[in-house]
């Protein structure tokens, strides 16, 4: 058996942000073109009229004050309200191949390693741009790797499970060293025309190099201890997929074609369940609350991380041992707890353990708990 490490991260991050202040303005013409097109309806009662949103209703709900996206123009357009992607070749890299290349090779220069290294990719996201071939093998062959690739899908907790299923293959000597990338265009996939939802999201990739402790090229994260749940919900969903078109009013722009969640379920039953899954971990492993210097938690929402935090160190985490991103980045599903690992965990000494947790749509959980070496 050998012990798995993670030696390098990387995280590609796209040139466009939108503000809550552009977001809102965009939100609000959108409601005033909706409003006078329905006017008549409205009127009569038969449709609700659509109510504005504001800045300070998305910082209180979330803690989001920006997001970084693909392609801003056309989510701030009112009469567009999502992205615009060009539509590529079949000879052309994807887009989600194309943004985990940038966060991969980041990862792999963090790491001291070469390409011809690696055995295996997993492609670890909450959506795929396509059904097959799998973006893995295609994330595989545009950074020339051999060996072999597969993509997996547990929505928000697909980063941790992909780290468990490499740390695995690790253990069981089946690969020495895997990429495990986390390219989210949550942009696509998020519905900007819906009021209590249309901050949430932002564009991202990620990717963590997992391999061998003793191949440890410096300093690494030696994974102790892997842990992955899942409970059947239906509060977080998104009904889109390959077999649309073969149901009635399968093409309809219908609103459960996009993100869709029933936040105030999410929040009663995700909280204790989560906060119980990390207990559990710590417990079985013989680590105390004063034994974690940090928490890389799911940057989905400011107040569940905080209650999470409290949860699990038993008082209120000081800033540093709970690292928030989301304001700048807005929740990136897979991806948000491993930017907060990325951007802070170079200051941890050795010695000191750390754990990175996700949590979202499944319902699922993973947590990784990890220890700082050389």
């Known amino acids: 058996m050998h012990t798995p490490a993670i030696t390098g991260s990387g995280v590609f991050t796209p040139s466009e942000t939108i503000t809550n202040a ?4 965009a939100f609000n013409n959108y409601v005033d073109l909706y409003n006078a097109e329905n006017a008549d309806e409205i009127a009569s009662g038969t449709l609700e009229a659509k109510a504005y949103s504001s800045e300070e209703f998305i910082l209180k709900s979330s803690g989001i004050e920006q997001r970084y996206v693909i ?15 060009a539509q590529r070749k079949d000879d052309e890299p994807s887009l989600m191949a194309e943004i985990s290349v940038k966060a991969a090779r980041q990862a792999l220069e963090n790491a001291q390693r070469n390409v011809d290294e690696i055995d295996l990719v997993i492609c670890a996201a909450s959506n795929m741009e396509r059904a097959y071939p799998a973006i893995a093998v295609e994330m595989q062959d545009l950074l020339g790797i051999n060996g072999f690739a597969f993509d997996m899908n547990v929505a928000c907790s697909s980063a941790t499970f992909g780290i468990q299923a490499a740390s695995d293959m690790i253990r069981s000597g089946s690969v020495r060293k895997a990429l495990v990338i986390n390219p989210e265009i949550c942009s696509a996939h998020l519905e900007w ?3 209590d939802c249309h901050f949430i999201f932002g564009d991202v990739a990620t990717a963590v190099l997992l391999e061998r ?19 059947f919900s239906n509060n977080i969903r998104n009904n889109n997929g390959f077999l649309r078109r073969t149901r009635p009013a399968g093409m309809a722009d219908r609103r459960d074609m996009q993100f869709m969640q029933n936040g105030r379920k999410v929040f009663k039953e995700v909280l204790p369940m989560v906060s119980a899954h990390i207990a559990a971990h710590m417990a079985d492993e013989g680590v105390g609350a004063d034994d974690l210097k ?5 940057q989905a929402n400011k107040t569940m991380n905080d209650f999470i935090g409290r949860k699990v160190l038993g ?15 807005a929740n990136t599903s897979s991806a948000g707890s491993i930017i907060a690992f990325s951007k802070y965990s170079n200051d941890l000494a050795p010695g000191d353990k750390g754990l990175i947790c996700s949590f979202g749509a499944g319902y699922s959980v993973g947590s990784v708990l990890v220890e700082r070496k050389g």
């Open 22 to 25: 552009e977001l809102v303005k």
């Open 71 to 85: 392609d801003k123009t056309g989510i701030l357009d009112p009469k567009v309200m999502h992205p615009r992607f």
């Open 193 to 195: 025309r819906d009021r």
């Open 213 to 231: 402790e003793e191949d440890a090229a410096s300093s690494y994260f030696q994974v102790k201890s892997t842990r992955c749940a899942t409970v």
């Open 294 to 298: 940090r928490l890389w938690l799911h």
């Open 315 to 329: 008082r209120t985490p000081e800033p540093a041992e709970q690292p928030n991103i989301l304001q700048d980045y």
